[in-house]
Each structure stands twice: as C-alpha cells, then as structure tokens.
C-alpha cells in the first residue's frame, strides 16, 4: 500500500456538516436483467432501457475518476449499476482498479443471475468483497420481485459459484416489503446462517419516483429483528468501522450475524461520507438527490483538476435527507432513480 502523505498531499474535504469523503459507490451500467418494482418497476421502464456504451464513462474515466477520489480520502470502492455483470470486460476494469495505491477496499452490488459466469474471473482480477440481493427464497415470490426475470436457482448457484471462486463471507441484502416477502425473512436467516454469509434486511426506501412507496409498505428494523430474535437469540455487535450503515447483531449460538439497515426508520446521515457516480458520469451527494454534477467534462482535464472540483462539490454539500423525511423541505422534491446510482 503506498504511503498516505504522497498519495494525500492536499487537504481532505469535509462536507458542510463536517463528514469525510471516505465511500464511493460507482455506477457502470444503468441497464440491469431484472425489473425489481421497488428499484425498476417494468411497467415504467422500457424493455431495452440503457444508456448507449458511448454515453458510459470508459475505463480509461474511471480509473481517473478513482484516483482523483482517492486523492480525497476515498478508501472504500463499491462498483453496482444497474446490474454491473451486464457491464462487458469488469473483471478487467477490476483488475486496474485494484492497483491504485491508498485504495483499501473494493466490492462488488450483484442481482447474482450472472454471478456464476464471471465469479471467478473477478476473483483472479482482485475483488475480494461480493454483496448479493437476494429477496427470497421461493422461487415464485422471487421471481415475481424480480419482475419474472430472475431465477433464485440461478442466484443460488451464483453465490456458490463465488465461494467456489474463493470469496469468503458474502453479504445477502434483502429488501423487505410488507405483504409481499415479509414471510421470506426467517427462511432467509435460515438457510445462511452458520455458512459465514451476513443477511442484511434493508428497509424498502423512498428512492426515485417510480416505485409508489408507501411508508405502511416498510417494515421497521425493530420488527424483525425481535422477530429473528425470538427464534434464534441476538446479541447487538459493534459497527466494524465508523459509518457503516448496518447495525450488525450475532446469534448467541454462534452461528454467525445478522445484519439491518435502517434508513427510513434509523437514519443514519450524519455519518454519511459516501458519494455516488452515475455510470454518465455525473456525481450525486445524496441517494434522495434531484440531480448530480456532470464529471465527465472535468475527468477530460485529468486527476489534479477532477480532484479539485470534487474537493468543492464536497464541500458545499449538505444533505440529509433521511433526517428530513416527509417535512415540508424535502417532500415535494424530484429524487434520483436507484437503479442509476446504485443504492
Ligand atoms: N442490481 C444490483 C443489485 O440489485 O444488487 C445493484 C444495484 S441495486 C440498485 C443496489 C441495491 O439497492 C440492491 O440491494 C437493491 O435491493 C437496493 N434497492 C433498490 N431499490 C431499493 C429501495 N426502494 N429500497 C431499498 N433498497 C433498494
Ligand atoms: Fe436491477 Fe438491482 Fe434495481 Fe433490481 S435492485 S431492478 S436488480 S438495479
Ligand atoms: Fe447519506 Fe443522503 Fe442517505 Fe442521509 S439520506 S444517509 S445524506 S445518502
């Protein structure tokens, strides 16, 4: 790992409310194979919906892009889209990426469905962390969540075929969504508990505008933990690192953890350090934003200038949605669609 001081010889941003740019969260596709009705609802978005490949930041812009966050105290990469495996060539973008000096971590957000085909190139590349969404277990709720497009078979054998490939501890991110796949949380706990992989429950967002989110949909953390709990006793753990954003508890037997993110019911902004680029090149402050700032004209200048101007973008943010929702500041405003700057 090459040495902080050279790779820091500026000093780091911090934002209006004083957090540190440490996360990013980089789109490299916004077309994805499923249409999940909380992320992409079918009825709303075309069949063959996706920017044309030119309109992509290419690998040559990412990897500058990288550098210069780094530049900024960006230790923690995590590539999502969209579906990122429908990204042609990852494992080679993975592969540059990995090298760049102060960089610490990079992980991979995956539906799963490709998972089996490209885990292990992405593993020789260098990704060491996968997160996998996986809603349920049925096969029939699971393929109705993914808008009859994905088969959990096929997820199951992805996340096989991951640890197959060598990765260890995978996350499990489920969305849960009263009445439709409340009944899929404690099969869910089941089945990974005690294999080394974490299910996380995330609480169904009021992301984009496209999604009819209703706040009776959202079932509280709090609800399913105690009712994890009364099955298999819970013991809250530490957070692994200041601003991770699930509460992470461990079975009592041992069997391993389990793990919340709460943002609608527990939000979490003030230790939000975590931008986000669409797959245009355009950056995002705050997943509930209206609109991001084109990058891709300044990335064309090269690291010291895109450093630069992240370096005031950052400053000048202030956001905080979560800690706002439903008051009169934020209720009307327009918000960015997930599935274009990847959760
Ligand atoms: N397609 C990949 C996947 O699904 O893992 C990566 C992109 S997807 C936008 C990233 C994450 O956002 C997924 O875990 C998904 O479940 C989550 N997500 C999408 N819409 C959401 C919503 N309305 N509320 C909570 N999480 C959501
Ligand atoms: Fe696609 Fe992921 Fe959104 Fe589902 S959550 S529609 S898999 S981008
Ligand atoms: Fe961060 Fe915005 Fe979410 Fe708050 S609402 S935690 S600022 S992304």
Not at 74 to 102: D, F, N, S
Not at 201 to 225: C, H, Q, T, Y
Not at 282 to 304: I, S
Request: with cysteine; proline share 5%; glycine share 10%.
């Amino acid at each position: 790992m090459a040495d902080r001081a050279a790779v820091n010889p500026v000093p780091l941003p911090h934002d209006l409310l004083g957090r540190p740019l440490h996360d990013l969260r980089l789109s490299v596709i916004d077309a994805c194979n499923f249409r999940c009705g909380y992320c992409m609802p079918a009825d709303r978005v075309p069949e063959d919906y996706g920017t044309d490949a030119s309109q992509r930041l290419s690998f040559d812009e990412i990897d500058t892009l990288v550098r210069a966050f780094v530049r900024l105290g960006t230790r923690k990469l995590r590539l999502t889209g969209g579906e990122p495996l429908l990204r042609k060539r990852l494992p080679e973008l993975v592969r540059r990426l990995a090298v760049i000096p102060g960089l610490d971590d990079i992980a991979l957000t995956t539906n799963g469905m490709l998972l089996a085909q490209h885990a292990q190139a992405l593993h020789e590349a260098g990704l060491r962390r996968i997160t996998v969404s996986l809603d349920a277990l049925d096969p029939q709720v699971f393929a109705d969540m993914s808008g009859r497009r994905g088969r959990v078979e096929d997820v199951l054998v992805g996340i096989d075929a991951a640890v197959a490939a060598g990765f260890r501890r995978l996350k499990i991110n489920a969305v849960v969504q009263g009445g439709v796949n409340e009944d899929q949380v404690l099969p869910l706990v089941e089945r990974f508990r005690g294999t080394g992989h974490v299910v996380r429950f995330i609480e169904f967002m009021d992301v984009g505008d496209s999604n009819d989110w209703r706040r009776d949909r959202m079932v509280p953390s709090s609800v399913l933990r105690d009712r994890i709990a009364a099955h298999w006793p819970l013991h809250p753990l530490q957070a692994d690192y200041r601003g991770e954003v699930a509460e992470r508890y461990g079975f009592d037997d041992g069997e391993g953890e389990v793990g919340f993110v709460s943002s609608v019911s527990t939000p979490f902004c003030g230790d939000c350090h975590r931008a986000r680029v669409s797959a245009d090149g355009r950056l995002f402050t705050c997943l509930f934003a209206a609109d991001g700032a084109d990058l891709r004209t300044v990335v064309a200048r090269g690291e010291d200038a895109l450093a630069a101007h992240v370096a005031d973008l950052w400053r000048a943010r202030g956001d905080r949605y979560s800690e706002l929702r439903g008051s009169p500041e934020v209720r009307d405003r327009r918000r960015v669609e997930m599935y274009l700057i990847g959760g």
